[in-house]
């Protein structure tokens, strides 16, 4: 990764908050998410953005190059060649400045008191190392997009989730210290789980990890053909992280049969949480998803065994 955009607005102020934005092929949401970081109400002299562009084959670095020249914060953005989320999430660690990084993906949207909040939260407890806000839908969502939603209303709802399932990194703030402690991300952890794996060894560091009390908004995709390939990136991505720590993931829950078990019990808590009869399509959205999720595990566990593993992740944006 190369250095082609750097703005120092505040030289003589150290950053209290780094914010990390790894993107991929995000032209069509990128906007947005940046829009909603320049609208906080944390100071921004406090904050850094810094966005590594991991590879892009559409406008994505054209959007953050147009939208970073107009911040009033300091701002790194790094592009290269495809070479991984974990590689690209070490470029954000090793460059961050702040003491928090809080992650951002390329289709969220962050409340105006997002920053603030996750900055408070981790400022008060001095020993947690990663700290996950809490989805809510965006008005209008679709469908397919609504019933993806779901399991992660539901992981928020539920107590004592995230010591059972490490946090994905959109929407978590970690502290710098804890995770250049566990030696970054895991950079073979080049398409899905490096979140999860980063996680696993902060919590066996003696790190917690808890929700917080912060929000944010995730656009998903919003046809069952996106919504399909991106299960099979998935499948494919976690793999890897599969065959790195299997105390971290078991494929065992990922299959169709299981999938639609889970969609029935997710239907009927969501229902009592929601009243939304559209819940009763969750078990088959489940297997649906689980179906792809199945067919990319099973190319990449081929590819391992052949020695083919040059694949690229799929385009695959809201």
């Not at 559209?278 to 998803?289: D, E, G, M, N, T």
Request: aromatic share 12%; net charge positive; proline share 4%.
């Amino acid at each position: 990764m190369r250095l082609v955009f750097k703005k120092q607005v505040n030289s003589k102020v150290k950053p209290e908050v780094t914010i990390g934005i790894c993107v991929r092929n995000c032209e069509v949401t990128l906007k947005r998410t940046i829009y909603s970081i320049i609208n906080q109400d944390f100071p921004h002299a406090l904050m850094e953005v810094i966005i590594v562009d991991d590879g892009s084959e559409d406008k994505t670095l054209d959007v953050a190059l147009n939208l970073t020249s107009k911040m009033n914060m300091n701002v790194k953005v790094y592009s290269g060649e495809w070479s991984g989320i974990g590689h690209a999430r070490n470029v954000v660690v090793d460059n961050a400045e702040g003491d928090y990084i809080i992650w951002v993906d390329g289709d969220m949207v962050l409340p105006k008191s997002h920053v603030r909040k996750q900055v408070e939260f981790m400022e008060k407890n001095p020993n947690i190392g990663v700290a996950k806000a809490k989805h809510l839908v965006l008005p209008k969502e679709n469908l397919v997009a609504f019933l993806e939603h779901v399991p992660y209303l539901i992981y928020d709802v539920t107590p004592g989730v995230l010591s059972s399932k490490m946090p994905g990194t959109g929407g978590a703030i970690y502290r710098v210290s804890a995770i250049r402690q566990v030696k970054g991300f895991d950079n073979n952890l080049r398409y899905a789980g490096e979140d999860q794996d980063a996680a696993f060894r902060i919590k066996k560091a003696g790190w917690i990890i808890t929700h917080s009390p912060a929000i944010f908004y995730e656009v998903r995709v919003q046809t069952w053909k996106k919504l399909f390939k991106k299960y099979i990136w998935y499948g494919y991505g976690n793999h890897d992280l599969y065959n790195k720590n299997r105390a971290i993931f078991s494929v065992t829950r990922m299959n169709p049969l299981g999938g639609f078990v889970a969609g029935i019990l997710y239907a009927f808590t969501a229902y009592r949480l929601t009243k939304y009869k559209s819940l009763v399509l969750l078990p088959f959205h489940f297997v649906f998803k689980m179906s792809a999720w199945c067919i990319g595990f099973t190319k990449a566990r081929i590819n391992y065994i052949t020695g083919n593993q040059t694949q690229k992740p799929l385009h695959v944006s809201s």
